[in-house]
């Protein structure tokens, strides 16, 4: 399994901008497709973005389509959600999450990822 660490996370107003970082050990990370999802209190866990193994597909959920970035960097073993004028529906813990596959298609569920972070808290005020 490879093992993920989230970073990046913080509290910050509605409007304001974050990036979130993933870094990944224990396997060779460009095997991986990556994704994040993100969790509110009192709600399912659910998709946000992910990314095939070598950028050459991003996937977004409708929510956060044209104001979040997903992206990685092979060499740094490590994936990236830039997130743009972030809403307070936004707040959630948000997690990454990896897949073992080299294919440009992947399911989006919560269920195709088996591999978890423990996660980043991001707080939007209003």
């Known amino acids: 399994q490879v093992q993920l660490v989230e970073s990046g996370g913080g509290l910050v107003q509605a409007g304001d901008s974050l990036r979130l970082s993933c870094l990944a050990s224990g396997r060779t990370f460009s095997n991986y497709a990556m994704g994040w999802f993100r969790q509110a209190p009192g709600k399912e866990r659910e998709f946000v973005a992910a990314i095939s193994w070598n950028s050459g597909r991003t996937y977004y959920a409708d929510s956060v389509k044209g104001r979040f970035t997903i992206s990685r960097d092979n060499a740094k073993n490590t994936v990236y959600l830039q997130m743009n004028s972030l809403k307070p529906e936004d707040m959630a813990v948000y997690y990454c999450?990896?897949?073992?596959?080299?294919?440009?298609?992947?399911?989006?569920?919560?269920?195709?990822?088996?591999?978890w972070g423990q996660g980043t808290q991001v707080t939007v005020s209003s």
């Open positions: 999450a990896a897949k073992l596959t080299t294919s440009q298609f992947m399911g989006l569920t919560r269920a195709d990822f088996p591999s």
